[in-house]
């Protein structure tokens, strides 16, 4: 059995009286790819923030590859998630001003690295994604699902432990979202990430590793 990347217990979180989490645990395995499937306004999104450092729960704890989370603050915080965790978003979030190598490179930047040996690391991972032909293109000359692969590389360009993936096939058509399943599936044998992906396409959800479902604030049997 693959060791914990992410353990989570007693995760609450409300949003003025609306409780949205009741007390969330869960367990995601190293090296997997699980899905967290559920009805709109669940709470699947605000799960994945609280997973991604993003929020801070009400009550309740979470660990990331043994080092427990809420425990850090401020820069240290910053640190982590920057250094620890890749986001993928269903709206690609991409600078529109810059190319698709300069949007990969964001994480780097902000961690203060402006090597050649970061910008050929952001490079592999496009040339590695189908994307070698489109390094200097900025996203507005991308098609949607070229965007979502320069966000899967901007995701991985620190090397991170765990990639949050947040409806990442909400605005692809059905080949392009066959095509990101198994660009993760890639990503998890190549790069040894562990990957969470909130989704509501039953397809993906279904072929990854685990699945979990989020049904009024807890997780159910999907």
Avoid: C, Y
Avoid at 69 to 85: M, S, T, Y
């Amino acid at each position: 059995m693959n060791e914990i990347m992410i353990e989570a217990r007693g995760i609450v979180k409300s949003f003025g009286d609306v409780r949205v989490l009741k007390g969330v645990d869960l367990d995601i395995e190293q090296h997997k790819i699980t899905s967290i499937s559920g009805a709109s306004g669940a709470g699947k999104t605000t799960l994945l923030q609280i997973l991604g450092t993003l929020h801070t729960p009400d009550a309740g704890s979470l660990a990331i590859g043994g080092t427990q989370v809420h425990g850090l603050q401020g820069k240290a915080l910053a640190e982590f998630r920057n250094q620890r965790i890749g986001f993928i978003f269903q709206f690609h979030r991409l600078l529109p001003e810059f190319s698709a190598v300069e949007n990969v490179l964001m994480p780097a930047w902000i961690q203060g690295n402006d090597s050649s040996l970061h910008k050929s690391r952001a490079e592999r991972l496009l040339k590695d994604l189908g994307m070698g032909s489109r390094l200097h293109h900025l996203p507005n000359q991308l098609s949607g699902g070229e965007q979502q692969r320069v966000a899967a590389a901007r995701a991985l360009m620190n090397e991170p432990d765990v990639v949050l993936a947040d409806e990442p096939t909400g605005n692809l058509d059905s080949g392009n979202a066959d095509s990101l399943f198994e660009l993760f599936v890639e990503l998890r044998d190549r790069e040894g990430q562990t990957f969470v992906v909130v989704t509501h396409n039953e397809a993906m959800a279904s072929r990854g590793d685990a699945r979990l479902h989020l049904m009024d604030g807890n997780i159910a049997l999907p």
